[in-house]
């Protein structure tokens, strides 16, 4: 039978511009072939022909080390996308340039692999330089390896609000899952990993955390209260307040659909509240991580301090009464306070 023998020699160890063969020959220095001549010797029972091979047919198949590494790097990416669930990071952005650059450098720092992180703004009518800083901060995500959905509301709508810019990022992103987050927030570098570990345990769970409030001393009483809440008193406590923040919630996109977005009247709506008691009256669960993933800020701006108190207390107690007093026949009140 025909055997063919390859005459190779050692050559040095090569620069990031050195031509490399295409083929299984290492880079390590050792064992390479001589790229000159490739001398073919043919052995048969009558006779041996030799031959040479031109240099240009091996270098015409060439590339320089560092095409090789960036295809390398670009496996790994791909790698690490089908081992780890796409999180869509959805930001409503509206007057938020003078925290925005922070907000997104959270993102940055979380330790879930970035090349598995969409982060989608919605910007929402700003009059100050969000819409600038949104394309300035999209391109050093994209150089990281995020991928980066953006899309401004039409001039001539303006504003509409929390609910509507929300609902436009989901729609506009692709991720399994959706991790939300205010535009003048911080997340803890490990939110993500911790979030989505809880959320594919408990499928159809809104999962919330425990936070830190900035400027310290902001809200202390309700901040107290909220991380105090064990995982099984946010469902027992669901009808005194929203027991998960909002900014620390996280979900699968099934789990969001399954209520249909936010309600997007606009001023002065609960869209949260009304997402909250939603996602119950369909059966869903809450789930609480007990640590401080999310730097929630305080601000005189805060939308929701517009709300009135008798507007939530409906929400509530709409709430209350499908979920509970329509599952009895009769009920005792035994006390009451300023609302009732």
Not at 228 to 236: G, N, S
Request: charged share 25%; net charge negative; glycine share 6%.
């Amino acid at each position: 039978p025909e055997r063919k023998r390859l005459r190779c020699s050692s050559v040095p160890d090569v620069s990031a511009e050195t031509l490399l063969p295409i083929g299984p020959s290492s880079l390590d220095g050792t064992d390479h072939c001589d790229t000159s001549t490739l001398t073919t010797t043919t052995t048969t029972n009558t006779a041996t022909t030799t031959t040479a091979t031109p240099q240009a047919s091996v270098v015409g198949e060439a590339r320089t080390l560092r095409e090789v590494e960036e295809e390398e790097a670009e496996e790994e990416a791909h790698k690490n996308v089908q081992e780890h669930e796409r999180v869509s990071v959805i930001i409503p952005v509206h007057n938020a340039a003078l925290y925005l650059r922070e907000t997104v450098e959270s993102v940055l720092a979380q330790t879930y692999p970035l090349s598995a992180l969409q982060v989608s703004f919605f910007e929402d009518f700003s009059t100050d330089n969000s819409a600038k800083l949104i394309g300035e901060l999209g391109e050093e995500l994209q150089a990281k390896g995020v991928h980066v959905v953006v899309r401004s509301n039409e001039p001539s709508l303006g504003g509409r609000g929390c609910g509507f810019a929300k609902n436009r990022a989901v729609e506009q992103s692709n991720g399994k899952y959706l991790c939300f987050l205010d535009s003048d927030d911080i997340m803890m570098p490990q939110r993500i990993e911790f979030q989505i570990k809880a959320a594919k345990e408990r499928p159809n769970a809104i999962i919330g955390s425990n936070f830190i409030r900035i400027p310290e001393g902001s809200t202390e009483r309700y901040t107290d209260w909220c991380n105090r809440l064990t995982p099984k008193e946010v469902m027992t406590h669901r009808f005194r307040e929203v027991t998960i923040i909002q900014p620390t919630w996280f979900m699968s996109r099934e789990t969001f659909n399954k209520v249909g977005g936010y309600d997007e009247s606009y001023p002065k709506c609960p869209e949260d509240m009304i997402f909250f008691y939603a996602h119950l009256d369909r059966g869903g669960e809450l789930y609480k991580v007990e640590a401080p993933l999310l730097k929630y800020r305080y601000h005189a701006e805060s939308t929701c301090k517009a709300i009135h108190r008798l507007t939530l207390l409906k929400i509530r107690s709409e709430a209350f009464q499908r979920q509970i007093l329509s599952q009895w026949s009769e009920f005792t009140i035994w006390g009451n306070g300023r609302d009732g």
